[in-house]
C-alpha cells in the first residue's frame, strides 16, 4: 500500500520529474492529471501522481523504457510498462504514480479529462492541455426505459443462474452489471451534489456525488451466496419508483425465494 503523501510533496516531486525531464533536449513538457492537475482541491493524503510526458517525435520508445529520468529524482521500488504508451511506478518512498509518454500529434488525438501544465517548452502549445477527443466519456442516458428494462432482465437471468448453480456468473449479473444500470438510473432521478464528476467513470466519487443512493450500496453489493438479497434490494428499489413491470417483479421474486427477507428500508 502506498504511504499517504501531504499535496506539497506532491507538487514538488512533479516539479522535479519537469526539470528532469527537460533536461533532455527531446523532452517537451508535462501535463499533471487528475487530483494533481486542475482538480486540485480534491487532492487529500490517498492522491497519487497522474501525468503525461511529451516527448519530441521519434523518441518515444527510449522514455518508456528507460526510467532513469524518474531515477534522477527520486529512487524507484518498482516500476513496469502496462500499456503501449505508459508505465505504472512506486517510488521508494511511496508516491505512486501513473503516467503515458506521447508525442505532441498524439497528444492533440488523446482522449483525457483537462490536464495542467507543469513544465512546458514555448514550441508546445498551450492548448493541448485540454483534449479535442471526446471518445470514451460517460454519456447520459436521456430516459430510464432502457436502464430498468435491462437492470429487471440481468436480476432475472442472475437468478436462473443462481438457482443453476452458475454462483459466480450469478454474482457478475446481478452485482456488477445490474450496478452498471442502477447508476445510470441513480444520475437519472436523484439530486446530485456539487462534487467534480468523473468524466470516464461513474464510479468516482460517486458516494460524494449522491450520498443518498450511496447508502444503499452494502444491500446492492454482497458475497457470492447472496446474490438472491441483492437481487432483491434492486428490485425494492425499483418498485418504489415504478420502474419494475409487475410481471417481472413476480419472477424475480419468486426465484430469489423467501429466505432472502429484505430489510427495512426508506428509499
Not at 511529451?54 to 534522477?72: F, H, N, T
Not at 508546445?124 to 485540454?130: E, I, K, N, S, T
Request: charged residues 25%.
Amino acid at each position: 500500500m502506498a504511504v499517504p503523501h501531504a499535496g506539497d510533496i506532491l507538487e514538488r516531486r512533479l516539479t522535479d520529474i519537469g526539470n528532469s525531464l527537460l533536461t533532455d533536449s527531446e523532452g517537451l513538457g508535462l501535463l499533471a492529471l487528475g487530483s494533481v492537475g486542475v482538480e486540485t482541491a480534491r487532492r487529500d493524503a490517498w492522491s497519487d501522481l497522474d501525468f503525461f510526458a511529451i516527448v519530441q517525435p521519434g523518441s518515444k520508445p527510449r522514455w518508456l523504457a528507460d526510467i532513469a529520468w524518474l531515477e534522477a529524482v527520486a529512487p524507484v521500488a518498482w516500476s513496469f510498462e502496462n500499456t503501449k504508451d505508459g508505465r505504472k511506478l512506486l517510488f521508494a518512498d511511496g508516491v505512486y504514480a501513473e503516467y503515458a509518454v506521447f508525442t505532441p500529434d498524439e497528444l492533440a488525438g488523446a482522449a483525457f479529462a483537462e490536464g495542467r501544465w507543469i513544465v512546458r517548452r514555448a514550441e508546445l502549445p498551450d492548448g493541448l492541455r485540454v483534449t479535442k477527443n471526446d471518445s470514451g466519456r460517460i454519456r447520459p442516458r436521456a430516459d430510464t426505459t432502457w436502464s430498468a428494462g435491462e437492470l429487471v432482465s440481468c436480476l432475472y437471468v442472475g437468478l436462473c443462474r443462481f438457482h443453476r448453480g452458475e454462483r459466480l456468473s450469478a454474482w457478475r449479473f446481478v452485482q456488477t452489471f445490474c450496478l452498471d444500470r442502477w447508476q445510470e438510473l441513480v444520475e437519472q432521478l436523484e439530486p446530485v451534489s456539487e462534487a467534480l464528476a468523473d468524466p470516464y467513470g461513474r464510479d468516482r466519487r460517486f458516494e460524494a456525488r449522491w450520498p443518498n443512493a450511496a447508502a444503499m450500496l452494502p444491500r446492492l453489493i454482497r458475497g457470492l451466496e447472496e446474490t438472491p438479497a441483492a437481487a432483491l434490494a434492486y428490485l425494492e428499489w425499483l418498485e418504489a419508483r415504478n420502474l419494475a413491470p409487475p410481471a417481472m417483479s413476480s419472477e424475480i421474486r419468486r426465484l430469489a425465494g423467501s429466505v432472502y427477507p429484505l430489510e427495512p428500508w426508506l428509499p
